[in-house]
């Protein structure tokens, strides 16, 4: 038996573990966490089982605090609420992420740029006719915009890491002030219920993180991956100057309970 | 007012209009009143104006179908099961149906102030975000926030300044829909709803709007749901019509009752993202069969048994989901 701390070597591991992986370390104990369908759950569920045992989860559809023993596929499932403290709805928890309780939220998106504004609700030309209409925003430019710490995870592709995203679902840092629509610091837009925003974006390349003046700049890459290839991945240039190095890869304890406890079916974790 | 009454799927459905303004219970694809939504569609209801908290398997078949004109909401997709609502977005990008966004809590809020009587909520949702963009106020562009819509609100949305502790934030307007229909597990035959887990939006859906089709999994006697009135949702004189209807969320999930059939929802997905292939769906699972019984019987026993929920826990035990176990 390999020793549960030890890290795993690149061969040993998917692409997916290590954001999932990524993504738990980014909990802190405590937190009150919003997560959303697929690897936010993998990764709030291996926060719980490793360094945040006291992290609160809350999911969208309605549920407080539960502990699901089968892996929910959706927020609405009914898997969300086995020994929750609360099964509600919406305007309980949408209530709860804007009077501030709401610590980390895990988030997805399909466009991105510089100063973490998403994209998830059309590709190309908007409007009356959409040229490539997306999903639609869901709650993430509500828990964008109101969580203290927000880390997205995405695929990164050139054509996913723009200068200026198509449409601004979800505001990062540097957004328009309606109605007029300048660009301003978010702080100036959300004034009292100012309380932070995008912390981190995780990809299948690497970990970026956002500077003092809101801009994202890349932290580590992971084992496999390299500045060159992320940057040959991004379409703005990206800011390398602070890289620390490897992101760390996945302890075998750790793909022990994402493929034996948290996923054991298979559901995300193929 | 007057007591609800109990009817039949089919004569509830008939009391819905052309160009009606409609919204739902339920969550993505969970408790969806689908039943209800292929009786719309078999009995070739147009120019629907959908307001929902957010869309789904049922509204994207509703839109694909051809029954919509307008969706104001803030996500569509089947979750797990179909990435994107696909029929929303052929039927868009070909001018057929118009969106209008909203975030989620922005549209809920919608929903609330409409369920509270008043006409708008502040709220600081998705402030600096494009979904306030004038140039996306799609209903305003195209001239149908002139105040002679009674349903459309004359603005999207207005920013105001906090008259009481300073700071800026919106207003966004209430939206009191014609009809909502609701499927839950149980009522009461005077129309005490009652919800079992995530009640999600029921509760705004249901009081926001003019008239409630419940379809519930079953009926019961009011002594019966009223002796635990604090499992209780909504009242009776809140209720139009109940239809019993077992199943009658099917292929989205019902607490307590079944699981979410995730095989048929996404065979559904794949299946209609042409106009083609959902105008053969609708055939299929709609036009060719001509009730709900018949359509549980095309779904099958096998099906409906793995699905059926542990009482346990509230869902599956059976069902099979992963690509391992």
């Known amino acids: 038996m390999k ?26 104990d405590g937190d009150v ?3 959303g369908t697929g690897l936010p759950m993998l990764a709030i569920g291996l926060a719980q089982l490793t360094g945040a045992p006291n992290a609160v989860c809350i999911y969208e559809a309605g549920s407080v605090d539960g502990h699901p023993i089968s892996l929910p596929t959706s927020v609405g499932d009914a898997r969300c609420i086995y020994q929750a403290s609360i099964a509600s709805g919406l305007f309980d928890v949408f209530n709860q992420l804007q009077r501030g309780l709401v610590d980390l939220a895990f988030l997805g998106g399909a466009e991105v740029d510089r100063y973490g504004n998403v994209n998830t609700t059309g590709m190309g030309t908007y409007g009356i006719v959409p040229e490539k209409r997306l999903t639609g925003s869901g709650g993430n430019s509500d828990i964008n915009g109101l969580a203290k710490k927000t ?5 990164q592709e050139k054509r996913r890491f723009k200068e200026k995203v198509d449409f601004i679902t979800s505001p990062g840092w540097k957004i328009p002030k309606w109605p007029g629509g300048e660009i301003v610091d978010k702080k100036e837009v959300y004034n009292n219920a100012f309380r932070g925003g995008p912390e981190a974006v995780i990809t299948n390349m690497g970990v970026f993180r956002f500077d003092e003046n809101g801009e994202m700049y890349l932290s580590t890459y ?3 991956s390299s500045v060159e290839e992320i940057q040959a991945n991004c379409g703005f240039e990206v800011n390398v100057s602070r890289v620390q190095g490897e992101t760390p890869p996945p302890t075998y304890g750790e793909l022990d309970y994402l493929y034996n406890t948290i996923d054991p079916e298979g559901i995300f974790l193929s | 007012m007057a007591p609800p009454k109990q009817m039949n799927l089919k004569d509830a459905i008939a009391q819905i209009q052309d160009g009606d303004m409609l919204t739902f219970s339920g969550f993505t694809i969970w408790r969806r009143p689908m039943a209800a939504v292929y009786e719309l569609i078999r009995q070739g209801r147009k120019d629907l104006h959908l307001v929902e908290v957010n869309g789904g398997t049922h509204s ?13 909401s803030c996500w569509i997709g089947h979750e797990l099961f179909g990435k994107i609502g696909a029929n929303l977005a052929r039927k868009a990008e070909a001018g057929e149906v118009v969106i209008e966004d909203y975030s989620h809590l922005q549209i809920l809020y919608r ?7 008043v006409p708008y909520l502040p709220t600081y949702a998705s402030l600096g975000t494009d979904i306030l963009n004038p140039k996306y106020d799609h209903l305003g562009q195209m001239g149908l926030r002139d105040g002679s819509h009674p349903k ?23 939206v009191n829909p014609d009809w909502c229909i609701a499927h839950v597990q149980m009522i009461g035959e005077g129309g005490t709803v009652r919800v079992d887990g995530q009640v999600y939006s029921d509760e705004e859906a249901i009081k926001a709007s003019d008239n409630v089709i419940v379809v519930a999994e079953q009926v019961v006697t009011e002594e019966y749901i009223r002796r635990e009135p604090t499992r209780n949702l909504v009242a009776g004189h809140q209720i139009t019509s109940i239809v019993e209807l077992p199943w009658g969320a099917h292929p989205t999930g019902c607490f307590g009752c079944y699981e979410t059939d995730g095989s048929f929802i996404n065979k559904f997905f794949t299946r209609t993202r042409t106009q083609e292939g959902l105008d053969a769906w609708v055939q299929e699972w709609i036009h060719d069969i001509p009730d709900f019984n018949a359509y549980l019987e095309k779904v099958g026993i096998e099906t409906l048994e793995t699905i059926r929920a542990n009482p346990a826990f509230g869902y599956s035990t059976k069902i099979k989901r992963g690509t391992r176990a």
């Open chain 1, 3 to 28: 020793n549960r701390h030890a890290l795993t070597h690149p061969v040993e591991f998917k692409p997916i573990d290590l954001l999932a992986v990524a993504a738990s370390r980014e909990v802190t």
């Open chain 2, 152 to 174: 459309i609100p004359m603005k999207k949305y207005e920013v105001v300044k906090d008259p009481f502790y300073g700071g800026e934030l919106i207003h966004v307007p209430a």
């Open chain 1, 222 to 224: 992971h084992p496999g």
């Open chain 1, 33 to 35: 966490v919003f997560a």
């Open chain 2, 111 to 117: 929903m609330a102030a409409g369920s509270m009587g």
């Open chain 1, 151 to 155: 880390v997205f995870i995405m695929v």
């Open chain 2, 60 to 72: 994207d078949l509703l839109i694909g179908a051809g029954c919509v004109k307008i969706w104001e």
